[in-house]
């Protein structure tokens, strides 16, 4: 069985930073395509920023050059840096790991509980 923690988030002043992280643990899995998606007050959920399990990583125009998107693969857990936060970064951001359960070849999809994000002007 895998169990999934997501933490990070708050309130933070525009310009501010903050570090979300998402960790996995159990046993028996393998982790491919990690990723952190968002969703704001009347808006579809977007995703973030991405990273593959080679480490490749994609971003959402609007965060480019300010958020990263980053993996520890011993600790399995994926992290996201947001830097120079503006207030239309407000949002609920949601952790998605996608993987494997190697005993069963069960393909998992995981979702995140959502954690606030608030930038303040």
């Known amino acids: 069985q895998v169990q999934f923690v997501e933490s990070g988030g708050g309130l933070v002043q525009m310009g501010g930073s903050l570090r979300l992280s998402c960790a996995a643990s159990?046993?028996?899995?393998?982790?491919?395509?990690m990723g952190w998606y968002r969703q704001a007050p009347g808006k579809q959920r977007e995703l973030v920023a991405g990273?593959?399990?080679?480490?490749?990583?994609n971003y959402a125009d609007s965060v480019k050059g300010r958020f990263t998107i980053s993996r520890d693969n011993a600790k399995n857990t994926v992290y996201l840096q947001m830097n120079s936060l503006k207030p239309e970064d407000t949002a609920v951001y949601y952790c998605?790991?996608?993987?494997?359960?190697?005993?069963?070849?069960?393909?998992?999809?995981?979702w995140g509980q959502g954690t606030q994000v608030t930038v303040s002007s």
């Open positions: 998605n790991i996608e993987g494997v359960v190697t005993t069963t070849g069960y393909e998992y999809d995981y």
């Open positions: 159990g046993s028996s899995f393998s982790i491919n395509a």
């Open positions: 990273i593959t399990s080679g480490g490749n990583t």
